[in-house]
């Protein structure tokens, strides 16, 4: 499975910016699927973990109340809505499809990665 991340780009403080996620074939249909960032200088981490259905989604405490994950099942494809976007939201956005049907916030539980897509919140 390839997946394509896209929609990242420059923000202001307080903006939204909506990252999609493309998979190249329908395998990720039956797996979990899951957002992670990595900042400058810091570990990649958890963002946001959807089932396979998308009936189930967790989100970190640190976008909680701010971002919001989906899936759109017949276009293989994972978006993430962002929202009252801060400074510490700058990184690379990475998606990734997990071996197993739901979603989770470990990285090891992930098979496959895109690319990433650089989101940069200007203050």
């Known amino acids: 499975v390839q997946l394509q991340a896209s929609g990242g780009g420059l923000g202001q403080t307080g903006g939204s910016l909506r990252l999609s996620c493309v998979a190249s074939r329908r395998t990720s249909s039956n797996n979990g699927m899951a957002w992670f960032r990595q900042a400058p200088g810091k570990e990649r981490e958890f963002v946001a973990a959807?089932?396979?259905?998308?009936?189930?989604?967790y989100v970190a405490d640190s976008v909680k109340g701010r971002f919001a994950i989906s899936r759109d099942n017949t276009k293989n494809t994972m978006y993430l809505q962002m929202n009252s976007l801060k400074p510490e939201d700058t990184a690379v956005y990475y998606c990734?499809?997990?071996?197993?049907?739901?979603?989770?916030?470990?990285?090891?539980?992930?098979?496959?990665w895109g690319q990433g897509t650089q989101v940069t919140v200007s203050s």
């Open positions: 959807i089932d396979w259905r998308g009936g189930n989604t």
């Open positions: 990734a499809v997990s071996l197993y049907a739901t979603g989770g916030s470990q990285a090891g539980h992930y098979r496959y």
